[in-house]
């Protein structure tokens, strides 16, 4: 595992990022991956080097992983420039068990008191990436995604219908 300094290498990963942009007729998705491979995942760390960095990104969402204590805190999202959506990682792809929709609300409960609920979007962490190394069965992530479609209903009308 290397150490990454955000000062030195993420004017380079923005211009590739922009470079890949550049020119793209379609909404364009960035996603910080915590590298999960067989249900594990060695690289931890925050948001926060890298939020205020993506003020210039010609990117539209950016989606990051919270549903694990080793990646972001939410707080970070207060960080997000306000140009760009976020997709909330808010189902852990490493356990095979799901996690409760209760707790799914929660943490898209406490992204919506940061940022305008209009900005979230909910996603497993990192689309069902076990995959490569460890796939989830067909019941695993139907469970795991009927418990993100209820926390989404949930919080759609605790904060969005409420509001329109």
Known sequence: RREWNAEEQFPR???????I??????????????????RQSDVI????????????ARVDRINLEFAYPQTG???DLALLPDHLSVGMGVVDVRTQQPQSAESIESLG??????ISPKRIALNPDCGFAPGAGEPPTIDEA?????H????ARRL???FVEKND
Not at 21 to 38: F, I, P, T
């Open 13 to 19: 990963a923005l211009t590739a990022i922009n470079s």
């Open 21 to 38: 942009a550049d020119g793209l007729q379609a909404e364009v998705h960035l996603h910080c991956c915590h590298s999960v491979y067989k």
């Open 45 to 56: 760390g925050d948001y926060k080097p890298i939020l205020p960095r993506l003020q210039d």
């Open 73 to 75: 805190d939410v707080g």
């Open 109 to 114: 409960a406490a992204g919506a008191e940061i």
């Open 142 to 146: 139907y469970g795991k995604l009927s």
């Open 148 to 151: 993100l479609v209820i926390a």
């Open 156 to 158: 759609r009308r605790r």
